[in-house]
């Protein structure tokens, strides 16, 4: 296995740690919560839960981390300030876990941080995400709200290569004059979190893994992806029944071990849902890190 040279960064969201070398911390699972179409919400505008049922969810994700200890967080999924602030006052009663704040509005995610700080909690919460596109608004609302934590998005349409991804975060490469990193800092995000963009599994997905590692050695930051986004896109899956489609879910547990093996510090693994079978997928992907890096 491998070991970085350059030291790496471990920052604390919520009691929970982010970063380290391969193999000698925890990854951190990052579950997806109130996404479109899913059951839990009954008013996507409001925000009304189906609570017991979210209850139940929550205690059995949290269940498996303790058994296992593997660390968890929960990503929020918003569509409207009221549902932003409905959600992440109800999560913060259910868990302790970091909580990240998800909406295509940027708008949506400042109430949530709004909320945060007005509940006390501004220390827990990570923004989802700053990237190329972000105004200087979004970027100065995080100072605002009090959150230094936030996904840093190395997503370079312009260039989906490794090179894209990481010049985007150095010097901004061909898409913009600064880079993203330079931009965390001069906001006072003191705890990035490196999100190296998992695309479509035609548009250099692939690609996202190397990245991780070159954004880890270059820059010693947490770095991690949701390549279970690019499973959905694998080309075999378009053409396959129902039934046959159920390998889906085999299918992306690669989506967990292949990060953890190129020494990601989250994985952002999809619905809480299949909370169990990623967890123990993960605890056993770390366990193996742990030993093959022992003697490193």
Not at 223 to 228: E, R
Not at 271 to 276: I, L, N
Request: aromatic share 8%.
């Amino acid at each position: 296995m491998f070991k970085f040279q350059t030291a790496q960064k471990t920052f604390r969201i919520s009691g929970t740690d982010f970063g380290s070398q391969p193999g000698k911390g925890r990854t951190v699972m990052v579950a997806s919560l109130f996404y479109p179409g899913h059951g839990l919400v009954e008013d996507r505008q409001s925000g009304r839960l189906r609570l017991e049922d979210l209850r139940k969810k929550v205690e059995a994700c949290e269940e498996t981390s303790r058994t296992l200890g593997q660390p968890v967080a929960y990503m929020l999924y918003s569509e409207t300030e009221a549902a932003a602030r409905r959600y992440l006052e109800t999560m913060a009663d259910l868990t302790g876990a970091p909580l990240f704040l998800e909406s295509p509005r940027m708008e949506v995610k400042r109430a949530g941080m709004a909320a945060g700080a007005g509940m006390g909690i501004s220390e827990r919460l990570v923004y989802n995400s700053l990237n190329a596109g972000s105004s200087e608004e979004e970027w100065s609302s995080l100072r605002e709200n009090g959150v230094d934590s936030a996904v840093i998005m190395a997503f370079n349409p312009a260039d989906m290569s490794t090179k894209g991804r990481i010049y985007l975060l150095d010097d901004g490469g061909d898409l913009i004059k600064e880079g993203l990193l330079q931009k965390a800092e001069r906001h006072g995000i003191a705890r990035p979190l490196l999100d190296t963009a998992a695309t479509g599994f035609d548009q250099m997905a692939g690609s996202s893994l190397r990245a991780l590692m070159v954004a880890k050695a270059k820059w010693g930051l947490p770095c991690g992806c949701a390549l279970h986004n690019s499973v959905e896109t694998w080309p075999p899956f378009q053409d396959m029944d129902e039934e046959k489609r159920k390998l889906f879910r085999y299918v992306d547990l690669a989506a967990v071990t292949l990060p953890i093996s190129s020494g990601a510090d989250f994985v952002m693994f999809g619905p809480v849902e299949t909370a169990s079978r990623a967890l123990h997928v993960a605890a056993f992907t770390d366990g193996i890190m742990s030993q093959s890096t022992s003697e490193i």
